[in-house]
């Protein structure tokens, strides 16, 4: 007879550790994701490196403090305002700075509010480190981009549309440009879509002897408006209306000029008889040369032109044309040695973005970097040492690596090679880099190394987030990969529901976004939806992510096969990752749900339009609706304009498969959004309610793209997530036997998905 008091106490024993196990797995709330931020990881900004090398600066408590980058010590506190007695009216704040290039004056910046996504204006003032003093740059009102020349004796800005310049030892103010007004004429600015689409909202450049400067300007008087409304409970709203140029509209009218100091007079750059043009960069080569980016509007021909800053007269220096459409991510990677013979030019001339060494004739020396994989940034030129910085998918297109080549193209060497994703900030001597390295199952860690590759020291491991990790019982991002019905090899990623179980049937959540060069389906930290979609994991969801056609990591024919067509090959493979999906024997295949934003939204939307039969609800945030409905320069690239291509736009654009609609759809949209229109959303919902169709909407006034501030992003995921459990998770089917047929997945790691690194062309 067993020992009954033996299987007590053994039986009380199992069941105290499984108490205590489960005492210690806590469950994730939305209010501790997007109220408490619970989860925040700790971060290290990009690094303002001084030219010794060896230290570097960081604002902390309102204050510039000087760091040791080997040790990490403190070493000096340059700017801290309660030390200055005069201060004129500055109010004490210090939001961002920057060193002059001798590093003896800094531009100090406060006050500062946003425009769009990257501009943004403030007051300046110019701190004098040998003297201590601080001076006002300009008392008309807040000024953008403010910009030391390199002598650090005068200040170009923007203020209303016009260029100013101020004499910092006289303080003489001298305004270089007059007819600048809103929603009319730009000096030294972008316009909405350059700032938005190009990526760049700072338009003037000082050369490097600091004897002239080149700057944009913009003639928007044609391009058609938008009007935004918000409400800040007055009696009447607030109507912001900007310039806005949509699919096939006119374009601003661009020019260069340059304005030369000594003669106080500006020469406009030749640009030649085309003016229905793009500049997408202008970037000094030397003192005596300026080069300017020429894109035709079908952003398929790219011309680099070397102009003379004293007659304004242009020659071509390197001309590019592409089947497709040349890649936005080339245009910073051009560098100019310092032998004035040579400069350094990314192209995909060859199918994949690789890096090429140029004579300053047009000359192609050679292809520094070469394979069947990306060089996803360049980080710069050791021209001392003759070696180039990269990063780059050589070993994975779900991750990145850090390496160095030399400008021969030989002796590469890999600087940071961890499985997982590398990225790198390097000292302005190259003597010293911090590689910042994360996982899917990992937040990030920071470390410094030497030029030797010696790590000198771990700056942050972000411990806690990690310890929280185990403590919320957080479930493994698991990767595979799998073959759609057209023979289309596809990566992605699932997190399991707790305590999973083969013999149940979970609802499936599937999140993308999708578009153009994008990539989800990587082996990095997500942020914050990371603890969104292991919260659904906890409560029964098994989420998943796949990287459709179209998007990047995987070479040029991959990328640009949507070409024509957005959206037609994504949705296709979205659908098949579905079915995929539904075919394991621990999924229910119908209850599956899709989400995404923005171009995600648009995606989500296609899918359970056209996807009907397979998708039973769908979140679409900010969606773009109708192509015609968004910008020029994003749309014409991969779409070309409506009427070149209408067939493109009708077969893949939301609002006309309305009546396709059988599932759960929920449309949510910002009404503050200058990005993506709160048209595409009323639109949509015309062409439902045309259709007889039901679905849900929420709507956040004066919430622009991001649709965050104050409880804002918590009542969003808390509607998002009870849609989700209202419509997918309900009356499901966790306890039925399992489905027939074979298991057929495949969870592979990052390093066994190396094979696919050739895409499979069509």
Not at 540 to 555: M, Q, S, W
Not at 724 to 739: D, I, V, Y
Request: proline content about 3%.
């Amino acid at each position: 007879m067993p020992d009954m008091k033996r299987i007590t106490l053994i039986a009380l024993a199992i069941t105290g550790m499984l108490s205590l196990g489960f005492a210690q797995t806590q469950d994730i709330t939305l209010e501790a994701i997007w109220k408490n931020y619970e989860f925040f990881p700790r971060s290290v900004p990009g690094f303002n490196f001084l030219k010794d090398g060896k230290h570097y600066t960081r604002l902390e408590d309102n204050k510039i403090l000087q760091y040791d980058f080997t040790t990490g010590t403190l070493a000096n506190t340059i700017f801290d305002p309660a030390s200055i007695k005069e201060t004129g009216d500055f109010s004490g704040s210090v939001d961002g700075y920057t060193f002059s290039e001798d590093e003896k004056k800094i531009l100090i910046e406060t006050g500062s509010e946003s425009i769009y996504r990257r501009s943004s204006r403030a007051n300046f003032y110019v701190y004098d480190r040998s003297t201590q003093s601080l001076t006002a740059l300009f008392p008309g009102g807040k000024q953008m981009y403010a910009t030391f020349n390199p002598q650090a004796d005068k200040v170009a800005f923007v203020y209303d549309n016009n260029l100013y310049l101020k004499d910092l030892p006289s303080g003489n103010l001298s305004q270089l440009t007059t007819d600048g007004e809103y929603n009319k004429i730009i000096y030294g600015a972008t316009d909405w879509v350059y700032e938005e689409e190009l990526s760049f909202a700072q338009a003037f450049f000082w050369s490097p002897d600091g004897q002239n400067i080149a700057y944009y300007r913009f003639d928007e008087r044609e391009v058609k408006q938008f009007t935004m409304t918000n409400y800040h409970d007055e009696l009447y709203p607030e109507y912001v209306t900007f310039k806005y140029p949509k699919v096939g509209e006119a374009n601003s009218k661009v020019d260069i000029y340059v304005y030369s100091l000594s003669t106080g007079k500006a020469v406009k750059a030749d640009l030649g008889a085309e003016k229905d043009i793009y500049i997408p960069r202008v970037k000094w080569a030397n003192e005596k040369q300026l080069c300017i980016y020429r894109l035709n509007r079908h952003q398929n021909e790219l011309e680099l032109l070397l102009a003379d800053p004293l007659s304004g007269k242009t020659e071509r220096l390197l001309y590019e044309k592409n089947k497709y459409y040349i890649s936005e991510e080339l245009y910073d990677d051009l560098v100019f040695l310092e032998d004035g013979k040579h400069f350094i030019w990314a192209s995909e001339k060859d199918g994949w973005k690789h890096l090429y060494l140029y004579t300053m004739k047009g000359r192609e020396v050679r292809q520094v970097t070469q394979g069947q994989w990306e060089v996803d940034a360049f980080y710069g030129v050791d021209e001392k040492n003759g070696r180039l910085y990269y990063q780059a998918a050589e070993k994975s297109p779900l991750e990145r690596q850090v390496y160095s080549i030399g400008l021969d193209g030989k002796d590469k060497q890999v600087l940071a090679g961890a499985t997982g994703w590398n990225s790198a900030q390097f000292s302005s001597t190259y003597d010293y880099y911090v590689v910042t390295h994360s996982t899917a199952n990992s937040p990030a860690t920071y470390t410094v190394y030497d030029r030797k590759g010696k790590p000198l020291r771990v700056i942050e491991e972000n411990l806690k987030l990690k310890e929280k990790m185990q403590s919320y019982g957080t479930q493994p991002v698991e990767f595979f990969s799998f073959k759609t019905s057209d023979g289309v090899e596809l990566n992605g990623w699932m997190i399991k529901p707790r305590d999973f179980k083969e013999n149940r049937q979970y609802p499936v959540f599937m999140t993308q976004y999708g578009g153009p060069g994008s990539q989800e389906v990587v082996d990095h930290w997500m942020g914050f939806d990371y603890w969104w979609y292991q919260m659904l994991a906890q409560q029964g969801y098994l989420v998943a992510c796949v990287d459709n056609r179209g998007t990047g990591g995987r070479g040029e024919e991959f990328k640009k096969m949507t070409y024509m067509q957005l959206g037609h090959y994504e949705t296709m493979d979205q659908i098949e990752a579905a079915k995929y999906l539904a075919r394991q024997k621990y999924t229910d295949p119908s209850r599956i749900g899709i989400f995404g934003w923005s171009y995600g939204g648009y995606m989500s939307s296609l899918c359970i339009l056209k996807g009907n039969d397979v998708f039973k609800a769908a979140i679409a945030v900010a969606p773009v609706t109708n192509w015609k409905w968004y910008d020029t320069i994003y749309t014409e690239r991969f779409m070309r304009t409506y009427e070149e291509n209408e067939d493109g736009y009708r077969e893949n654009s939301p609002v006309y498969f309305a009546d396709r609609l059988k599932g759960n759809y929920l449309l949510i949209h910002g009404m503050g959004d200058d990005n993506v229109h709160f048209q595409n959303t009323a639109e949509m919902v015309n062409a439902l309610v045309a259709a007889n169709k039901q679905f849900e909407t929420y709507f956040y006034p004066n919430r622009n793209h991001g649709i965050y501030g104050g409880n804002t992003r918590l009542h969003l995921y808390t509607k998002m997530t009870d849609f989700l459990n209202e419509k997918l998770k309900e009356g499901g089917k966790e306890n039925q036997a399992p489905k027939k047929g074979k298991e057929i997945l495949k969870t592979d790691s990052p390093e066994k998905l190396q094979r696919q690194r050739t895409p499979v062309k069509e």
